[in-house]
């Protein structure tokens, strides 16, 4: 079993819980029978970013990008997440769509959280392909995108090599539903206790 | 309604979902009736390290804090989350400590995620209160801190000026019960909806 290399994208204006959920996961998830974290990891996250300057989260936090769109390792897995910076990404960026459009052509599993839907749509990921995307946003993705079936009753729609997801919590599920896939359910049950996610939301 | 002032603390080895989920649901709760977000943004949420260098989280996101514990507005709320840096913090770090303990005594609402719960005893804040913890750390922090009680069976426990909660995901599920309790349900509830919290773990 090899290290996977997952690259998460991130922008300014991306939803915090939408890359962090993800990142959570597959930074969790080890090797099995090994407690010696994180010596046994099964993933190696990073960010990337078109440039390498550092970017600014919805509400202002602000992170440095482990690697660029256009200097980084071979990536197993993408993730792309939302928040409102997507929208500057689909309309004013189109290199990152190219970087995308890339991965998805050289076989690279691409997924997405919440409004990153969207990009993977305009990069053409999508068409042909069943889809979700944050509630809010499905009337728009299925107006500007009809090539792809845009479902609103799951939180992650799984087309093989496309994945995407439900609006920003739903990443951590995609992301347990990736290691049950490639490392086995019980090392995803292993992560879900690991972060407590047996969730009774008080409101 | 004034904007409240929120620092989660952040450091080398802190676990990302712990300070990332506090993070999104303060920065997404919004005033009643409006939907201009972030305009009308009920919080103002900060990242405050012991220094102003850019900390490594476990899984290696880098973070520049937006503050520092010398140098930081007035605040209403503060985070303190867990993950395998706090240990260092609880040995080695005594102005991180001095830091959480002038912060209760001023009154502002101490709160921790997972094994943060350690570094608010080691603060002398939970003396006297039930707390919780990561399910793994119960046993340690009871053993470390009997003045504390430490209880095994809720995701979060309020005890009114500090809030204490379990592992890693449940840190959002706090913020959920912070907002409900500061700017009513209705407001959390918008919230969870926001990031689409109706969480059905795939395993």
């Known amino acids: 079993m090899t290290l996977t290399n997952v690259g998460i994208l991130i922008f300014d204006g991306v939803e915090v819980l939408d890359f962090c959920g993800p990142f959570e996961v597959f ?18 996250v990073h960010t ?28 197993e897995i993408i993730v792309v997440p939302g928040g409102f910076g997507t929208r ?19 076989d690279v ?3 997405s959280v919440c409004t990153g839907a969207a990009l993977l749509a305009k990069a053409g990921v999508l068409a042909g ?32 090599k496309v994945i995407t997801s439900a609006g920003v919590s739903a990443g951590i599920d995609m992301a347990l539903h990736l290691v049950a896939r490639f490392a086995g359910v019980d090392r995803a049950r292993e992560v879900r206790r690991a972060i407590q996610y047996d969730p009774h939301p008080p409101v």
Chains 1, 2 share one sequence.
Not at 27 to 44: E, F, Q, R, V, W
């Open 129 to 160: 392909k069943r889809s979700t995307t944050h509630w809010a946003s499905i009337g728009r993705l299925r107006e500007l995108h009809p090539e792809t079936t845009v479902l609103d009753d799951l939180r992650v729609v799984d087309e093989g």
């Open 109 to 111: 599993l691409t997924t």
């Open 88 to 106: 500057a990404i689909y309309q004013e960026r189109p290199r990152v769509i190219e970087w995308i459009a890339r991965q998805a052509a050289a």
């Open 48 to 75: 990337v970013a078109e440039t390498a300057d550092s970017i600014r989260t919805v509400g202002g936090m602000e992170v440095v990008p482990t690697c660029t769109i256009d200097d980084h390792p071979e990536f």
């Open 27 to 44: 930074s969790l998830a080890i090797k099995p029978g090994m407690d010696t974290y994180p010596d046994n990891a099964l993933y190696k």
